[in-house]
C-alpha cells in the first residue's frame, strides 16, 4: 500500500513557515496546448509556466510580515510528509494575503520546481 501526501513543510531559505494543512505546489513547467486544422491534422504550442507554491500561514507574535514580504531571491522547499521534496528557485514573493482569524496566505513564485 502506498501512503498519499496528507501533510507538507513549507521552507524558505531555511525559514521552516508555521501553517495550517493544505499547501499547495503547481510545479510549473511544459505546458502543451493542442489545436486541429480545417484540414484534420492535429498540432500543438509548447509555454513554460512558472511553479507557484501557496500556503496559509499562522499568524504568531514573532511573524516578521515586513521581512516576509521583502523576501526575494529565496529558494522554497515543499517537504511532503511521504519523503518527496521539491525545491524551486530562485523564488520570490508574490504576495502576502490579509491577516484574517489568525492566519494570512503566502504564494511564491519562480522557475519549476525540481524534485530532490
Not at 7 to 23: F, H, L, Q, S, Y
Not at 84 to 103: C, D, H, K, N, R
Request: charged content about 15%; glycine content about 10%; proline content about 3%.
Amino acid at each position: 500500500m502506498t501512503q498519499q501526501t496528507n501533510r507538507v513543510t513549507v521552507e524558505w531559505d531555511g525559514n521552516i513557515i508555521t501553517a495550517d494543512p493544505g499547501a499547495s505546489i503547481d510545479l510549473g513547467g511544459v505546458t502543451r496546448e493542442g489545436s486541429m486544422s480545417d484540414q484534420g491534422s492535429f498540432h500543438y504550442q509548447v509555454s513554460e509556466n512558472v511553479g507557484t507554491v501557496t500556503v496559509t500561514a499562522k499568524h504568531l507574535a514573532d511573524a516578521d510580515i515586513a521581512a516576509i514580504r521583502a523576501a526575494t531571491d529565496v529558494t522554497v522547499t515543499f517537504n511532503t510528509d511521504t519523503g518527496l521534496t521539491y525545491a524551486m528557485g530562485p523564488s520570490v514573493l508574490a504576495s502576502v494575503g490579509a491577516i484574517s482569524e489568525g492566519t494570512y496566505e503566502l504564494t511564491f513564485i519562480g522557475p519549476p520546481a525540481t524534485r530532490l
